[in-house]
Nanobody, 123 residues
Framework: QVQLIESGGGLVQAGGSLRLSCAAS????????MVWFRQAPGKEREFVAS????????YYADLVKGRCSISRDNRLNMVYLKLDSLRPEDTAVYYC????????????????WGQGTQVTVTS
């Protein structure tokens, strides 16, 4: 069983940037696709970004395209999410998630989850 711990969230003014980190332990995640989701109070969980096992493919939700970058370092067993030009509507708990599907797209199963890190963007 993989354990994921997210960090890097915090309180940021609109227009600012954050880099979220996800540290994995228990086993290597180098063969897995990794995904970021977020959930705001009173809203359903939504997809943010995903990355294939080799980093050859990345995918982004329309709302964050152009101001979001997902990356990974398999040697360090780490995944990252860079968020730029933050908006109040980006306020949410951000979750790091893993899947044994490798290409990062059309992921239909999510096999391990972190507990989330809070991002709050002020106007």
């Amino acid at each position: 069983q993989v354990q994921l711990i997210e960090s890097g969230g915090g309180l940021v003014q609109a227009g600012g940037s954050l880099r979220l980190s996800c540290a994995a332990s228990g086993r290597a995640i180098k063969r897995d696709s990794m995904v970021w989701f977020r959930q705001a109070p009173g809203k359903e969980r939504e997809f943010v970004a995903s990355i294939s096992w080799s980093s050859a493919s990345t995918y982004y939700a329309d709302l964050v395209k152009g101001r979001c970058s997902i990356s990974r370092d398999n040697r360090l067993n780490m995944v990252y999410l860079k968020l730029d030009s933050l908006r109040p509507e980006d306020t949410a708990v951000y979750y790091c998630v893993g899947s044994t599907l490798k290409d990062g797209g059309n992921i239909t199963r999510f096999e391990y989850w972190g507990q989330g890190t809070q991002v709050t963007v002020t106007s």
